[in-house]
């Protein structure tokens, strides 16, 4: 029955994937003056003179309108033939750039497990903590993670720092309240047991409350890591430099737009696996009571 209804999804998607692309194609069929005519003839001058303006060249210039998915797909042969080409700071293939980007959001990552789910075990184990760290957990949590981009840039002063900086300040909460809540939810009859049998505090932590919250703390991991994947975007292209962001943003100010829409799905398929890779791990650590 399972296989039956994946297979029957598998199809489904499939469908709706060629309708989406079959869309696609109608709305971008050639509604403009027709080639060869004198105001096609123009329209390409003033491209052209705009490339020389822009310093590209002036062969590389494609029509006006969105782009199909023909072009789509010469785009994403293209980029997907020379992945690891690095032409300097401002022209690198596709998988460097997603390396710089995985490796912020990596560290920023790794440095909020540090911090979120330590002190998310110590303010789940003690009510009173837990009333004292709700206001400040309140009042911080909602801010907006860019918000926080320029403070961190003028007390950092460093661009890549910032915004592993940014990726850790948003990544914090989601596993700091879901850490607490984990373990301020485990069964009071599994620590009465510990109590009996005079476990000490630390192998409670560790045999007790933490498999049982593990489930609790994965979540709140994987709401970090879909925040922090979405904000290094926005990060990256207000730092510059490296990253998928900024690959976004300069192809973007070249006016490669198939260029941007293959980045815009990069992000989501990488997004996609982030999430997948914690849900599997979540469904490892869950059990059947």
Request: with cysteine; proline share 7%; charged share 10%.
């Amino acid at each position: 029955m399972a296989s039956t209804l994946k297979w029957k999804a598998a199809a489904l998607s499939a469908l709706m994937f060629a309708l989406f692309i079959g869309a696609w194609t109608a709305a971008t069929l050639p509604t403009g003056p027709a080639a060869g005519s004198p105001q096609a003839a123009a329209l390409n001058a003033e491209q052209l003179e705009y490339a020389k303006m822009m310093g590209k060249d002036p062969g590389t210039v494609k029509p006006n309108g969105f782009p199909t998915p023909g072009q789509m797909g010469q785009t994403i042969v293209q980029q997907l033939s020379h992945p690891l080409y690095d032409n300097g700071p401002n022209d690198k293939g596709i998988l460097i750039q997603l390396a710089h980007s995985l490796a912020r959001v990596g560290l920023g990552f790794a440095l909020a497990c540090v911090v979120a789910i330590p002190l998310g075990f110590v303010i789940g184990m003690s009510p009173l903590l837990r009333r004292a760290f709700d206001p400040f957990i309140q009042v911080l949590k909602p801010i907006s993670p860019l918000a926080w981009m320029p403070l961190a840039l003028y007390t950092i002063k460093d661009a890549a720092i910032s915004g592993i900086f940014v990726i850790f300040i948003c990544s914090v909460w989601p596993m700091l309240i879901n850490t607490a809540f984990g373990v301020a939810a485990v069964k009071r009859e599994w620590l009465n047991v510990a109590a009996t049998l005079e476990v000490s505090p630390l192998r409670k932590a560790l045999l007790v409350i933490l498999p049982a919250a593990a489930p609790t703390i994965l979540t709140g991991m994987r709401i970090s890591m879909g925040i922090a994947w979405l904000v290094i975007v926005a990060a990256e292209m207000l730092v510059g430099g490296t990253g998928i962001g900024y690959f976004v943003w300069n192809e973007w100010n070249n006016l490669s737009l198939t260029n941007v829409i293959f980045a815009i799905g990069v992000i989501g398929i990488v997004g996609m696996l982030l999430d997948l890779l914690f849900a599997q791990a979540q469904r490892m650590l869950t059990y059947e009571e």
